[in-house]
């Protein structure tokens, strides 16, 4: 395939020594006078403009080899031309007038423009290795998160395991415990059979409870609190109404307040509630139970109350079961309190903190 012809410029007449030079009137720089010998532009400076002498000529030429202007220069009728945004670099800016077919002597005026930043040949590459290291830190980071989720999620997991393991494995060995009771004991009256029969049974509902309560905890689309204070609700029927406890379970949330929390945060508190009524169920002698939940500038504030006999905080305290309400809720961020005294009932206040 042939090449394009090169670009000719037509030509610009003979040059008439008889002349005058064209004269610089004025060179003005971002509208500032500059001197006429040499020009000296800042990488910021947008406009350069130069003014000739009024000659009686018929047009006046400026050539100035800059990418994108006309090689052969610009023709006006005007003793003026400006240029703006040079880019940087030593140019040479030539000029002369036509009179009557013939030109003038050509003039040199030399221009400097200074380099910008993003103009020096260290720049590019300098923005490609930030680009690239930008990415190489957010994918690091990433990859950071991604890991330590993984680690919190598995850390989780095996938390809730551990838990499970515990609590299953106790309530088999119970099993296990009362049926070889049984066997050994040939001459069991049918009462105490009975009495066994109605502990086993007691202990199977109770690790089928805590298996879907586990299972229940660890489901991703559980992670709400309609969810965790549906299944408080139903606990605590299930448990408290067959022994004639009078039970408030009352909601002063918003319809549209809804509270996301994580699967560990859901967990305890369940676990806390458990415990909380099972206590109740077992010690507390109540006649009324209220659960409260409510909203609270830092979360959700959930109350459980009962008119119960109480006890000594301090006493129980140094034992293991008040213990483990505060070290569960310490681990989760959720401010515990707890309120009783001997012939007192007890309060208990879990604020759920905001995510």
């Known amino acids: 395939m042939a090449e394009p012809p090169l670009r000719?410029?037509?030509?610009?007449?003979?040059?008439d020594a008889a002349l005058m030079p064209p004269v610089v009137s004025r060179i003005l720089v971002n509208g500032r006078p500059q001197a006429s010998d040499t020009i000296v532009m800042q990488a910021s400076d947008e406009e350069f403009m130069?003014?000739?002498?009024?000659?009686?000529?018929?047009?006046?030429f400026f050539k100035l080899a800059v990418k994108g202007l006309s090689p052969c220069g610009i023709s006006s009728i005007y003793p003026q031309i400006s240029y703006t945004f040079l880019p940087?670099?030593?140019?040479?800016?030539e000029y002369w007038y036509q009179k009557n077919g013939m030109c003038s002597p050509h003039q040199i005026l030399p221009i400097q423009v200074k380099q910008s930043i993003a103009e020096q040949n260290w720049f590019a590459p300098a923005i490609l290795v930030s680009v690239l290291l930008i990415i190489a830190v957010v994918a690091l980071f990433w990859i950071l998160d991604k890991t330590r989720q993984s680690l919190s999620l598995q850390q989780i997991r095996?938390?809730?395991?551990?838990?499970?393991?515990?609590?299953?494995?106790?309530?088999?060995?119970g099993i296990a415990i009362s049926m070889t009771t049984l066997e050994r004991r040939r001459n069991i009256s049918p009462d105490d059979f009975s009495k066994s029969i109605q502990d086993i049974r007691q202990t199977l509902s109770d690790t089928q409870n805590n298996l879907s309560d586990t299972v229940w905890a660890?489901?991703?689309?559980?992670?709400?609190?309609?969810?965790?204070?549906?299944?408080?609700?139903?606990?605590?029927?299930?448990?408290?109404?067959?022994?004639?406890?009078?039970?408030?379970?009352?909601?002063?949330?918003p319809h549209d307040k809804t509270l996301k929390i994580t699967m560990e945060q859901r967990h305890t508190v369940f676990?806390?509630?458990k415990e909380a009524v099972h206590n109740i169920y077992k010690h507390a002698q109540a006649t009324e139970v209220k659960v409260l939940i409510g909203p609270h500038p830092d979360g959700i504030l959930l109350e459980i109350s009962d008119n119960g006999i109480g006890f000594d905080l301090?006493?129980?305290?140094?034992?293991?079961?008040?213990?483990?309400y505060f070290w569960r809720a310490k681990e989760q961020m959720i401010e515990l309190q707890v309120d009783t005294a001997p012939g007192k009932g007890v309060r208990l206040q879990m604020l759920i903190p905001q995510m």
Not at 8 to 15: A, D, H, K, L, W
Not at 243 to 253: A, E, K, P
């Open 88 to 93: 940087g670099g030593q140019y040479q800016l």
């Open 314 to 324: 301090e006493a129980e305290r140094n034992g293991s079961g008040v213990n483990n």
């Open 271 to 273: 676990k806390i509630f």
């Open 158 to 173: 095996n938390r809730i395991a551990a838990d499970l393991h515990d609590e299953v494995s106790s309530d088999l060995s």
């Open 8 to 15: 000719v410029c037509p030509p610009e007449g003979n040059i």
């Open 218 to 253: 660890i489901k991703p689309e559980k992670d709400s609190s309609d969810e965790l204070f549906q299944r408080m609700r139903k606990f605590v029927y299930q448990m408290l109404e067959p022994q004639q406890i009078r039970i408030t379970f009352d909601s002063t949330l």
């Open 50 to 60: 130069i003014e000739l002498q009024p000659m009686q000529a018929d047009s006046h």
